[in-house]
Structures are given as structure tokens and as C-alpha cells.
């Protein structure tokens, strides 16, 4: 089958809505000496934009990085015009900004996350944003209700903040007439953002700050891809490119027939996770992370690729050897590796590491992990990672929009959803989605263009390995000084690791001063 449809099957974010659906008032009572009339709120269409509105803005302090931050906050939408200068949508989005010191422009981060489907409320609330969901630092299901709390760890004492919900996410909406597949495809979902961050860096008079992207999952593949469309399509360019939870590539996820390259890559994050839940050797887990990691990203590049391309023409005694030492990295029983032809899925990890315990393991974090309804099966049926988190995520966004600021709408905050099916891959067909091409056009083009990317231990999602693969087979060589790999005892989205957090924050600190200078 064409490969763009495979690529479609591997979104990185599960598409089950988790905003409750729009519920309408109840007919309103009348006096028993009154006729009886039924009032109904109007119906609402939360498949088509509002109205355009003029954005709500207000005032606001935070403690960040030890010293007080005044600032104001812009929520509500944009109209999006086509090239034909039509209006075709209203996106949504939060924007932080601080008065400047002195004549030098701060800079401006773009920010969204992934699915494609998902809104930005995970690096909003969960990391770069002035407030946050109160998380336990444990991996387990918090009690709800949840708490929003200040965080201290934002970023906008450094940079002021935009956050983008693209079209059919959070409260972006096509207008009527216009059919929401014109924005549902790489290259459309390109074009559409490319042309939010050209109009709001206009209308809000950015031209003159330093300019950059973060991006979580698919987030880091629009994120690669908009670094080069925003040369070519408006000569803008980039200081920087923050790029969380990577995947620059669908051949490194998408395990098939022909394809063993993701069995190689999502090795060490078996042997981190095997770690964390203390199924390996004493000798092992005596090591720490990183020594587990290291040693299996060794293993990995080294005599397990070697194994997979020999494949039916592996001496027995190799390959039994391959067996037993695969199985000592993973904490999995030799005989499955066996059975499996030492190629494990990540569904079946995740359900075989602690099948004895009758546990599965998070896909997003693998140090959560849960109970299954059918305990017997061979593949993980559900995330407990996202059973734990999208709960809290979504009250937090609903309460903080509406608390402090002042956005009241009535149809629901797409927090993920699967309104932006099918997802057009066209120009891939009969290869693996990438977007790594553009990025390293882009950073061959503009050489001071720099890219962080931050890796958790723990994601069983995009693999730490699958991230250092692409980025050292695709990057001009003369520009690999200009990205820094950094690695955290997190998963797909370690900031809900609060240590994790707090020293993200302190990488990126460095990361901003050395691509845009204080001046």
C-alpha cells in the first residue's frame, strides 16, 4: 500500500476527542400561572468559525525566573485569507507579550503541538505558559478536579509567547462556505500556519524580533517544514527552532515488512523504560539512565542492525546470542524474543514488559502504567500516560480560558480531535512522510538558523535514537554545530516531570541566548 497512507496510521497524538460534546440547556420552567413556553440556548455549529471578534486582551504579573513579569495576554482569533486574499478561516490562538528594555525587540516564539489534530494546550499549560496544571510528580492518575498553578519555569521572561491552534483545533474553524480539507494536509497545514505567523508578525509589528518555532510531535514536523516555506514563501527567517519529542521522519516509526529501521531505533527506549520499572539485571539497574541508554543505542547500531539485515542467514549460535542479549536490555522473556524473531512492536512491549504484574506501559510515558481489560491479549489497547494526563490538560485550558482570559465560548475547545481526517499526504506517496529535507534546506541556506531538540528517555512515542538518526544523516555536516541534542527523565511530554521541567528551562535559557544575543 502507498506509503502516505501507512504515515496516516502512525499520527503521533490519539485522535479520541476528549472535549465533552456541547450540551443544551434545559426548557426553562415557567410560573404555573404563566403559558407554558420552552426557551432553548440557539444551536451552535462547532464545525464552522465564529464570527471575526476582536481578541480579548488583558493585563497580568508572574514570578518567572526570580524576578516579577508584567504582561499581557491577546486570546481570541485571526481571520485567515487564501492566496486569493478570501477569507477561509478564524484561527485561534494565546499570545504572552512584555514590554521591551530599552530599543532592542524581545524575542517571539510560534508555538503548537502535534497529531495532526492537536490544539496547543499541551506546551501552553504544560510548559512554556505563564500557568500550568498542577501535576503530581509521580507517574499516576491525579484526583480530579485539577488545579491551575503558576509556572515559574515559563519562558516568557526571555521570549515573548504565540501559541497556534491550527484549523479544526481549539477554536479554529473554517467559515461557512469553506471546506476544512483546503487546510487538512502537510502542505496545506503549511500554508495556513505559514500564513498566520506572516500575518500576525504584520499586524503586531515583529518584523524586527528574532523569530522562532517550537513544536512538539507532528509540531517538530511543521516546525521543520515551515522553516523552509517561510523563506521561500516570505522571506522570513528563523533564529531558532525548538523542537520537543521529534520525528522528522515516518520511516523511523512505521515498523512493516520491509522496513526493520524502527526495531533498531525504539531499542534503547525499551531498555530505559525496562530500567525505570526495574526489570533488568542488579548489574543493570545499578547503572544509571544514561549508561542503560548508551549502551543500548551501542548494542542497537552495532550488532542488532547488523542481525536484522543477515536476517534468515544468521549463524544459530549468533542469533541465539542476539536472543539473550536483546533480552537482557528489554527486561523481556528470551523465549518471546525468540518467538518474535527479536523484532518487538512497541504495542507488544508495552504489554509484555509487566504482563506478570497484568500492567501495560504509557506509549506517550512509559513510567505510567495501568491495568488492561483484556489482560490476556498480545497488544496494549490503551495509553495509560494519556489516561492519565488528557483529563487534567483539558479541565485546565476550560478553566484558565475562561478565569483569566475572559474567553467564553460555547462549542467545545478541540483539545484533540479526528475532524482533520483523512489527512492528505499526497506529495509522499509511494515514500515515508519527512520533513527533514526542508529543515536542512533551510539551515544550509540561513547559517545562523539553530535547532534544539529535547528528547525524553521515557517516550515510547518518538524515540530519543529515531531523533539522533535523522538528524545525522539528513544535516549539511558544516551546520551539525548548530543543533544540540538534550535528553530528559521524561516522556513524550516530560515537562509533566517537574524536575524535567525546571532543568528544561534551563537549557533553553542557554539555547535562546546563543541563538539571539542579548544585546
Known amino acids: 500500500m502507498p506509503f502516505r497512507f501507512a504515515a496516516s496510521i502512525a499520527l503521533l497524538i490519539s485522535f479520541s476527542a476528549v472535549s465533552a460534546d456541547d450540551q443544551p440547556s434545559e426548557a426553562t420552567k415557567p410560573a404555573s400561572d404563566s403559558p407554558a413556553v420552552e426557551l432553548k440556548k440557539p444551536e451552535v455549529d462547532d464545525e464552522r468559525a465564529d464570527d471575526a471578534e476582536t481578541p480579548k486582551v488583558t493585563t497580568h504579573a508572574a514570578e518567572i525566573g526570580g524576578k516579577t513579569i508584567e504582561y499581557t495576554a491577546t486570546a481570541g482569533t485571526l481571520p485567515l485569507s487564501g492566496e486569493d486574499e478570501k477569507q477561509k478561516a478564524n484561527l485561534f490562538f494565546v499570545a504572552y507579550t512584555v514590554a521591551p528594555e530599552g530599543d532592542s525587540p524581545r524575542p517571539l516564539t510560534f508555538c503548537f503541538n502535534g497529531g495532526p489534530g492537536s490544539s496547543s494546550v499541551w506546551l501552553h499549560m504544560g510548559m512554556l505558559g505563564p500557568k500550568r496544571v498542577e501535576l503530581p510528580n509521580e507517574p499516576v492518575v491525579p484526583r480530579p478536579p485539577t488545579k491551575v498553578i503558576a509556572n515559574p519555569y515559563s519562558l516568557l521572561d526571555v521570549t515573548d509567547l504565540v501559541f497556534i491552534d491550527p484549523v479544526s483545533t481549539g477554536y479554529s474553524r473554517p467559515i461557512e462556505g469553506e471546506k476544512k480539507e483546503q487546510f487538512h494536509g502537510y502542505k496545506e497545514d503549511l500554508e495556513s500556519v505559514g500564513r498566520f505567523i506572516h500575518l500576525y508578525t504584520t499586524k503586531y509589528g515583529r518584523w ?189 485550558l476550560y478553566q484558565y480560558l475562561r478565569d483569566d482570559l475572559r474567553i467564553e465560548k460555547e462549542v467545545p475547545y478541540e483539545i484533540l480531535t479526528g475532524k482533520v481526517h483523512p489527512w492528505s499526504y499526497d506529495e509522499f506517496t509511494n515514500r515515508y512522510v519527512e520533513s527533514a529535507t526542508p529543515l536542512s534546506e533551510a539551515m544550509a541556506r540561513n547559517p545562523h538558523l539553530k535547532v534544539f531538540v529535547a528528547n525524553g528517555y521515557y517516550d515510547l512515542a518518538t524515540p530519543f535514537l529515531a531523533a539522533e538518526y535523522t538528524l545525522s544523516r539528513l544535516l549539511p555536516a558544516v551546520r551539525r554545530e548548530n543543533v544540540t541534542m538534550a535528553y530528559y527523565e521524561g516522556g513524550h511530554m516530560m515537562y509533566v516531570h517537574e524536575p524535567a521541567l525546571e532543568q528544561l528551562r534551563e537549557d533553553l535559557l542557554k539555547f535562546y541566548e546563543t541563538a539571539a544575543p542579548s544585546q
Open 208 to 396: 524586527g524580533s528574532p523569530k522562532f518555532l517550537c513544536g512538539e510531535s507532528y509540531g517538530t514536523l511543521r516546525a521543520a517544514g515551515l522553516a523552509e516555506h517561510l523563506q521561500d514563501r516570505y522571506n522570513l527567517e528563523l533564529n531558532g527552532i525548538v523542537l520537543v519529542s521529534m520525528v522528522l521522519d515516518f520511516q523511523t516509526l512505521l515498523d512493516q515488512p520491509t522496513n526493520d529501521l524502527p526495531f533498531i531505533l525504539f531499542l534503547p527506549s525499551y531498555a530505559t523504560t525496562a530500567w525505570y520499572h526495574k526489570q533488568l539485571s542488579d548489574e543493570m539497574q545499578a547503572k544509571s539512565v544514561e549508561e542503560v541508554a548508551q549502551e543500548a543505542r551501542e548494542f542497537a547500531l552495532g550488532e542488532y542492525a547488523t542481525a536484522l539485515l543477515k536476517a534468515g542467514d544468521l549463524p544459530a549460535e549468533k542469533r541465539q546470542e542476539i536472543i539473550d542479549r536483546y533480552a537482557a536490555k528489554t527486561g523481556l522473556a528470551p523465549d518471546f524474543v525468540r518467538r518474535s524473531e527479536f523484532r518487538v512492536p512497541q504495542e507488544r512491549f508495552g504489554k509484555m514488559l509487566l504482563r506478570e504484574q497484568d500492567l501495560s506501559v504509557g506509549r506517550f510515558d512509559s513510567r505510567y502504567s495501568g491495568p488492561e481489560r483484556d489482560a490476556a491479549g498480545s497488544m496494549t489497547r490503551h495509553d495509560p500516560s494519556a489516561a492519565a494526563l488528557f483529563g487534567p490538560f483539558t479541565a485546565a
